[in-house]
């Protein structure tokens, strides 16, 4: 079981890491969200909006630092560029979600929990190959998309065995 376990683990070690990140940044987007609306009495768009705020300078931080630290070779400033497109691209679909879905009746909180389903898949896929995608080695081999080198490992494992 626990060979299973560490071979999910070294498979989607990027995947399980952003999931966690991205549980906490909902929940402060949520806090923020909840804050501005019921106490603020701000609109659904403008609390979804300084909620997003919130959970993407928490985001880049935990995801630079944590999820993505061994594609961090690049200048942090274009990474903060790049990250900031991918959240206006993934803040302006959920923020449309969240207009169309409370425009039609839906309770602002159930329509907010699908806008951040939008979020997470534009976010995760985003971050994954523009923001911190490792830069190709062309001589090394291509690995699949989730599958990342456990910290501590060799990059390379050319010449193991893979039974090891």
Same mark, same amino acid.
């Given at each position: 079981?626990? %060979?299973?376990?560490?071979?999910?683990?070294?498979?989607?070690?990027?995947?399980?890491?952003? %999931?966690?990140?991205?549980?906490?940044?909902?929940?402060?987007?949520?806090?923020?969200?909840?804050?501005?609306?019921?106490?603020?009495? =701000?609109?659904?768009?403008?609390?979804?909006?300084?909620?997003?705020?919130? $959970?993407?300078?928490?985001?880049?931080? =935990?995801?630079?630092?944590?999820?993505?630290?061994?594609?961090?070779?690049?200048?942090?400033?274009?990474?903060?560029?790049?990250?900031?497109?991918?959240?206006? *691209?993934? *803040? $302006?679909?959920?923020?449309?979600?969240?207009?169309? *879905?409370?425009? %039609?009746?839906?309770?602002?909180?159930? %329509?907010?929990?699908?806008?951040?389903?939008?979020?997470?898949?534009?976010?995760? *896929?985003?971050?994954?190959?523009?923001?911190?995608?490792?830069?190709?080695?062309?001589?090394?081999?291509?690995?699949?998309?989730?599958?990342?080198?456990?910290? $501590?490992?060799?990059?390379?494992?050319?010449?193991?065995?893979?039974?090891?």
């Amino acid at each position: 079981m626990k %060979a299973f376990i560490l071979k999910i683990w070294h498979k989607f070690r990027s995947f399980i890491l952003y %999931a966690i990140i991205g549980c906490f940044n909902t929940l402060l987007d949520f806090l923020v969200f909840t804050g501005a609306h019921e106490l603020l009495h =701000l609109s659904p768009e403008i609390s979804h909006v300084l909620g997003y705020v919130a $959970g993407f300078i928490s985001g880049f931080v =935990l995801n630079r630092n944590i999820t993505f630290r061994k594609e961090n070779s690049a200048n942090v400033f274009m990474q903060v560029f790049k990250f900031l497109i991918v959240n206006l *691209l993934s *803040l $302006g679909s959920s923020t449309l979600v969240l207009h169309l *879905l409370t425009g %039609a009746g839906l309770n602002e909180y159930i %329509a907010k929990i699908l806008a951040q389903i939008v979020v997470t898949l534009i976010n995760f *896929l985003g971050y994954r190959f523009f923001v911190f995608r490792k830069d190709k080695d062309p001589a090394s081999t291509e690995a699949t998309p989730l599958e990342e080198n456990v910290p $501590g490992e060799p990059e390379s494992t050319e010449g193991e065995d893979e039974n090891d």
